[in-house]
């Protein structure tokens, strides 16, 4: 259960666009649509944003957006705003009732 | 509103066992439709799901763990609790628990979390 791989940060001003990929292999990302995104704040525990790839909890603002093909996943934050700065973590299910956790990815808005 | 509350010593010594508990409430831990996990994250780094159980003991874990890890329950304590011995250094990390019980899947994926226990190697 090798670690999915998570660009290390990315960044985007006020209002725009930015993308987090999550790439796995045919085994965890591509083989099941159980894939979650999690947004931490520093010293806090993560929070649940998407699961099955692009669905959102109540609450979640619909600025939070989730895809897949083959074994990338991905998480669009549209509209960016100063408080969607945070690190994000994907999560898939990996077979045998185990999941596995993304690099992790440190939004920063400019 | 559930709430996971993880209990534990903060300080381990090298070679020791840890020992941690995960208290629910607000909701059952018996419910059929969830597994009850535990997830660690090293300083600065990313997350590593450890293993998780079902309310009537089935437990799976991390491959890369297993051999010094086990997961038990108490439903009659509403509680589940975490070990891992032959601690290193390098399992110095935030110890969380979390329901898993988000989405379609079987099992469900993590959706509500403890808010963590450091955890501390060090002779």
């Known amino acids: 259960q090798s670690a999915l791989t998570q660009p290390r940060s990315v960044s985007g001003s006020p209002g725009q666009s930015v993308t987090i990929s999550c790439t796995g292999t045919s085994s965890d990302v591509g083989a099941y649509n159980y894939v979650s995104w999690y947004q931490q704040d520093p010293g806090k525990a993560p929070q649940l944003i998407i699961y099955?790839?692009?669905n959102r909890p109540s609450g979640v603002p619909d600025r939070f957006s989730g895809s897949k093909s083959g074994n990338t996943a991905s998480l669009t934050i549209s509209g960016l705003q100063a408080d969607d700065e945070a690190d994000y973590y994907c999560c898939s299910y990996a077979d045998n009732y185990a999941y596995v956790f993304g690099t992790g990815t440190k939004v920063t808005v400019l | 509103q559930l709430q996971l509350q993880e209990s534990g010593p903060g300080l381990v010594k090298p070679s020791e066992t840890l020992s941690l508990t995960c208290t629910v409430s607000?909701?059952?831990?018996?419910?059929?439709?969830?597994?009850w996990a535990w997830i660690r994250q090293s300083p600065g780094k990313g997350l590593e799901w450890i293993g998780s159980?079902?309310?009537?003991?089935?437990?799976y874990y991390n491959t890369s763990l297993k051999s010094r890890v086990v997961i038990s329950v108490d439903t009659s304590k509403n509680q589940f609790s975490l070990k891992v011995n032959s601690m290193t250094v390098a399992d110095t990390a935030v110890y969380y628990c979390?329901?898993?019980?988000?989405?379609?899947?079987?099992?469900?994926?993590?959706?509500?979390w403890g808010q963590g226990s450091l955890v501390t190697v060090s002779s």
């Open positions: 979390a329901r898993q019980g988000g989405g379609s899947g079987w099992p469900p994926q993590p959706d509500y």
């Open positions: 099955d790839v692009n």
């Open positions: 159980i079902y309310y009537r003991g089935s437990t």
């Open positions: 607000g909701g059952f831990i018996n419910r059929s439709s969830y597994f």
